[in-house]
């Protein structure tokens, strides 16, 4: 079972309040599914400056593998806090410490609340009906 | 996508191999195909430094046959067929009227007959198109690509690892893109031909559906002490992109031609071919061209990616085709469209990421072969 102190996203982003602040980063489902298992299969990651402007749904920056380029997408609307500028040059902390070290972006949030997104329960609920 | 359709992938006749290896299957071309067995750039490196096995057979296979059968491929092919030795391979194209390809492909003459290797994706425009313009021409066209499996054995180590399992061919006097018939494994009469898409030394069979299994575990066996891997499909994008070999879907496709893509060898403006589809529209292009295709390197993060903006002294005026991280080069290489009037040798180029600029480099293409450079 995936951590159950935050929420998870239908496109594999986790959102864990924080204070003022909701810390995002992305599921050990979403690093397998780009690595494909290999660490050197990430190549880059694009985060944004603090104080910009980011929506719920939309996307706040990229992650690319050897062969894809794939959208992070913000679960809550507001402003950016913090960035985890040190992943960039360490993409191999996503893959063994996705839920703590790997954070991404902290953002400070019009409303605080994630009840709009999936629970631990929930997202692997989710993972299953998309198996296959 | 074109020929995109809501019915279920097809399995290749490997299907079960690739799993049993714990590939990692995807939708290519209306197929299941392993995109990889183990990390990409591991897959290209093992195809430069020893040898790899591909399975292909998602790929057209065409035989055309019939007295007219040259007149007929002349008609709808870029390059000169009569003009190809017995026994030998060409790159072709088939374009429409407008100059804009349908598909590339491969021309193996025979005496009696010739056979034709298409992209998976197209193989069902192609045989529409070739099957639209056979009025006047005593020809018969045959899908093969469900009777015949195709594999590829590419690197250095090739004709040691298969040549064993050949007999009445020998590979090391088999020229690049010339072909032959041998018994493989024991199989009589198969066609084996020296092409690949890798810029590697290397081989392409094609084998009865039933039989392949046992010709791809016997060549596995084979090339174990020579360092054989199973390559997937990744890994050969990256592969045929440093070899600076074009892709459907990104250096041609229905809006970019053969001339500007740098297929040139690919076209034939001799009069002695006659009149093709697709000769006065491509005519016209060479004579006044507005697009090159470049080679690109950039030392920075970024990987070039097709779409993307390239920016030549400060202003984005073309797009990258195709890019990926060279093992070979140790850099990020792309091909890129940029207008012909371009001087490469002046010229400061960038990659341009929804805005932002990366630095880059023009590259002589190909970036790496051991065939062609």
Redo the contacts between chains.
């Keep these: 079972m995936r951590p159950n102190d935050r929420r998870y996203t239908q496109t594999h982003e986790w959102a864990k309040l924080e204070g003022d602040n909701v810390v995002v980063g992305i599921t050990d489902f979403a690093v397998q599914a780009l690595s ?1 298992g ?1 660490v ?2 990430l ?2 990651c ?1 985060l944004p400056e603090a104080g910009r402007a980011v929506e719920a749904g939309q996307t706040f920056g990229e992650i ?1 593998s ?2 894809a ?1 794939s959208d992070l997408n913000a679960p809550v609307t507001g402003e950016v806090a913090d960035v985890n500028a040190a992943i ?1 040059d360490h993409l191999e902390v996503l893959s063994k410490d996705p839920w703590g070290a790997g954070w991404m972006i902290k953002i400070k949030p019009g409303a605080k609340s994630l009840d709009h997104l999936m629970d631990a329960a929930a997202y692997e609920a989710f993972l299953q009906t998309q198996a296959h | 996508m074109q020929t995109a359709s809501t019915a279920a992938p097809k399995r290749t006749p490997l299907h079960d191999v690739h799993v049993a290896l714990s590939a ?1 299957m995807v939708e290519f071309g209306g197929w299941y195909m392993p ?2 067995y ?4 591991d897959e290209v490196r093992t195809v430069r430094t020893t040898a790899g096995l591909f399975d292909l057979s998602h790929m057209g296979r065409v035989l055309v046959r019939g007295k007219d059968r040259i007149a007929y491929l002349d008609r709808i092919c870029t390059n000169f067929v009569a003009k190809i030795p017995q026994d030998a391979i060409r790159y072709s194209l088939f374009c429409k009227e407008n100059g804009m390809p349908i598909d590339d492909l491969l021309v193996y003459k025979g005496a009696e007959e010739v056979f034709l290797c298409v992209n998976a994706s197209n193989t069902g425009v192609d045989l529409a198109w070739m099957r639209q313009h056979t009025a006047g021409f005593e020809v018969t066209i045959e899908d093969q690509t469900d009777a015949l499996a195709m594999i590829a054995i590419q690197g250095q180590t090739s004709t040691q690892i298969l040549q064993p399992l050949v007999q009445g061919l020998e590979l090391a006097k088999l020229g690049y893109y010339k072909f032959g018939f041998g018994t493989v494994c024991g199989i009589a009469n198969m066609r084996v031909s020296r092409t690949g898409y890798t810029g590697e030394l290397g081989y392409e069979l094609y084998i009865p559906r039933a039989q392949v299994t046992a010709v791809w575990q016997a060549v596995m066996q084979a090339g174990e002490a020579h360092g054989l891997k199973p390559i997937g499909l ?1 890994a050969r ?1 990256t592969l045929r992109l440093e070899a600076g070999m074009p892709l459907y879907g990104h250096e041609i496709d229905a809006n970019h031609d053969p001339l500007s893509a740098g297929l040139a060898f690919g076209v034939s403006f001799a009069p002695e071919k006659g009149e093709w589809i697709g000769k006065s529209a491509l005519q016209a292009i060479a004579a006044a061209p507005q697009w090159k295709l470049v080679g690109i390197t950039t030392t920075g ?3 070039p ?1 097709q779409g993307y903006g390239i920016a030549i002294n400060g202003m984005v005026v073309g797009e990258i085709a195709s890019g ?2 060279s093992p070979m080069l140790n850099t990020n290489i792309g091909t890129a469209f940029v207008p012909a009037s371009v001087d490469e040798a002046h010229a400061k180029v960038e990659l341009d990421i929804k805005g932002k600029r990366q630095e880059a480099s023009f590259c002589a293409l190909p970036f790496f072969s051991r065939t062609r450079k």
């Design positions: 494909n290999n050197d299969d190549v880059y694009d690319e050897v062969k380029v960039e | 990692k995109v990889q183990g990390p990409i750039l990744g994008d993060p970024r990987v990616r990926s991280i």
